[in-house]
């Protein structure tokens, strides 16, 4: 790997980490709230308003915070059988099959980003919110950034993964050899 390419692919490991430790933060907030809703409701009659919509707005952070880490270590869901017993047998070919799989997952989250910036914009502008006016409200902007961000991120790593020819990921492998 080249030097600059190298800082461009730290950069991104890093700022993937730090999102995914924003999500776990998040989790936590998550639990908090609903041990709060849980308690008060059963020891008080009286539930925390809003927990609904919370839940709803956090597994969205959630997952789109985390999902960065998940590319940058090669975690996400697919089937690697072929591609390991193909990577065994002919590595350049199953190497050109995990940078086709990887092109094709940036051109998705491209696709993705693409779509969900007019979206940020129109929330960020129209002031949307969701929720129950009166009882609990907050704007939509926060998900849709977030999405963003998110399949920018994404796309940025699987880039990154297509142009250096790498794949972070030996989980299958190790995997497959302990079942062996």
């Keep these: 790997m080249r030097a600059p390419g190298a800082m461009i692919v ?20 998550l639990v908090a709230v609903l041990n709060y809703d849980v308690v008060a409701r059963g020891a008080f009659g009286a539930p925390f308003h809003g927990a609904f919509e919370i839940v709803q707005f956090s597994m969205v952070l959630i997952v789109f915070l985390q999902l960065p880490d998940v590319v940058r270590v090669g975690r996400l869901t697919r089937s690697d059988g072929f591609l390991i017993l193909v990577g065994r047998r002919h590595p350049a070919l199953g190497a050109w099959f995990r940078r ?59 880039g990154a993964k297509v142009i250096l020819g790498e794949d972070h990921s030996t989980h299958g492998e190790h ?3 302990m079942v062996s």
């Design 175 to 177: 995997d497959l050899d």
């Design 10 to 29: 730290r950069l991104l490991d890093r700022v993937s980490i730090a999102a995914n430790a924003i999500g776990t933060f998040v989790v936590l907030v």
């Design 100 to 158: 086709a799989i990887n092109l094709v997952s940036a051109v998705m989250m491209l696709l993705i980003a693409v779509a969900m910036w007019p979206e940020f914009q129109e929330a960020w502008h129209s002031g949307k919110f969701f929720g129950v006016p009166g009882i609990f409200t907050a704007p939509w902007w926060p998900i849709k950034l977030t999405i963003f961000f998110s399949a920018v991120l994404c796309t940025l790593l699987l």
